[in-house]
């Protein structure tokens, strides 16, 4: 039974190592090679961020800092958890770091990301700031509260396209902050 889980993880592996060189390889282009590195940086999406603020302090009036601290609270669990429990009991070495597959990663980044690499901490801040602002806005904003998850796509696509993480990583990081959010946003709701 333990060999038929350790045939299948190869398997899963391979076809993560695979699905990874598809997006960091093959779909290489001048103008992403410019732009994705942006897009994983934290400071180009402060003015996102600033907007953030502006608008729940005007849509949410009085509740708006409460918004505020419960979306900080989304970003600090899904940050927790990614990083300090999940990626510390998996220990898997990121694309860039693997000493038998880091020769075939187009590191796009002037070095590859210290830590381990499931899940994305990327992934599951960024889908659980979505899920959050998704649930919590969904009544003022109708449709366009969907834009918050291609907003986290576009972050996780860039985090496969530079070379420091494999799309499982990606998945694994998206699910945990889609759980995250969606129960802290959910519990605002109900409550303000």
């Known amino acids: 039974m333990l060999l038929d889980s350790e045939v299948i993880w190869q398997k899963i592996e391979k076809l993560d190592q695979w699905a990874f060189l ?4 093959n779909l290489s282009h001048p103008f992403l ?9 934290s400071f180009f999406w402060i003015p996102l961020y600033f907007f953030l603020l502006l608008f729940a302090t005007i849509n949410f009036k009085n509740k708006g800092w409460w918004w505020l601290l419960f979306f900080i609270c989304t970003v600090s669990l899904t940050d927790l958890i990614s990083s300090r ?14 000493p038998e597959f880091s020769l075939q990663v187009r590191l796009l980044l002037n070095r590859c990301s210290g830590g381990y690499s499931f899940t994305s901490s990327h992934a599951a801040n960024h ?50 902050g889609l759980t995250i959010g969606l129960t802290i946003g959910s519990y605002f709701k109900k409550r303000y």
Request: glycine share 6%; charged share 15%.
């Open 127 to 176: 889908f659980g700031i979505a899920a959050y602002f998704f649930v919590t806005t969904k009544f003022l904003l109708n449709k366009w509260a969907w834009l918050a998850f291609g907003w986290a796509a576009i972050i996780c696509f860039a985090q496969i396209y530079v070379g420091v993480h494999y799309p499982l990583d990606i998945i694994g990081g998206a699910i945990v």
């Open 33 to 41: 090679d410019e732009f994705m590195p942006l897009f994983r940086n």
């Open 22 to 25: 598809q997006i960091n390889n």
């Open 85 to 98: 429990l999940i990626k510390e009991s998996f220990e898997r070495l990121r694309p860039c770091m693997d």
